[in-house]
């Protein structure tokens, strides 16, 4: 299964309302999760099954979608919030991520 | 709390071996599928592979099929992954990721593959 992103960067500010596009080339029902990475860090996971909110995770941040095209939202871009992030399906193996879309400062 | 901590990266010449392992604790490790990701230098997360709770079943990416073996000893909360043939692409960084949400990573550990 081949995992798109768009953008695959973006800039914006502070207080923006921010939307990421993922698609899969297959169905994947809701197994889908999305990933935030700062540079050197590890990933930190956000999402899981589309759109469930991991413990600890701010509001802001949602998901949506099913089947093919999934989208996470942030609601208030932070400045913590400047990062990259990634989405991956595992509706079945070889597990795939996406390409990762960059959020800039603007 | 939940750790996860790889080791066992370096410097590697081409076409050698490597192992990494990766130390659980904080949770029931044996309970657990678990996954080896991966991350060149300056690029995006590549899947490499994925060993069921009880070791029985494994997945591989195709780019690392008959090279990489992955392993588990659930007596020890350790995950494994035996590296082979090694190339000049496989330099990453590699993070152990625990499945159920993906809610853990480990820090990472840096492979490189140069003459």
């Known amino acids: 299964i081949q995992m798109t992103q768009s953008p695959s960067s973006l800039s914006a500010s502070v207080g923006d309302r921010v939307t990421i596009t993922c698609r899969a080339s297959q169905g994947i029902s809701n197994f889908l999760a999305w990933f935030q990475q700062k540079p050197g860090k590890a990933p930190k996971s956000l999402i899981y099954a589309a759109s469930s909110l991991q413990s600890g995770v701010p509001s802001n941040f949602s998901g949506s979608g099913s089947g093919t095209d999934f989208t996470l939202t942030i609601s208030s871009l932070q400045p913590e919030d400047f990062a990259t992030y990634y989405c991956?399906?595992?509706?079945?193996?070889?597990?795939?991520f996406g390409p990762g879309t960059k959020v800039h400062i603007k | 709390e939940v750790q996860l901590v790889e080791s066992g990266g370096g410097l590697i010449q081409p076409g050698g071996s490597l192992r990494l392992s990766c130390s659980a604790s904080g949770f029931t490790f044996s309970a657990y599928t678990m996954h080896w990701v991966r991350q060149a230098p300056g690029k995006g997360l590549e899947y490499v592979s994925s060993i069921s709770s009880n070791g029985g079943d494994t997945y591989y990416a195709d780019s690392v099929k008959d090279r990489f073996t992955i392993s588990r000893d659930n007596s020890k909360n350790t995950l494994f992954l035996q590296m082979t043939s090694l190339r000049a692409e496989d330099t990453s960084v590699y993070y152990c990721?625990?499945?159920?949400?993906?809610?853990?990573w480990g820090q990472g550990t840096l492979v490189t593959v140069a003459s």
């Open positions: 991956l399906q595992y509706h079945s193996y070889p597990l795939t």
């Open positions: 990721m625990k499945d159920d949400g993906f809610d853990y």
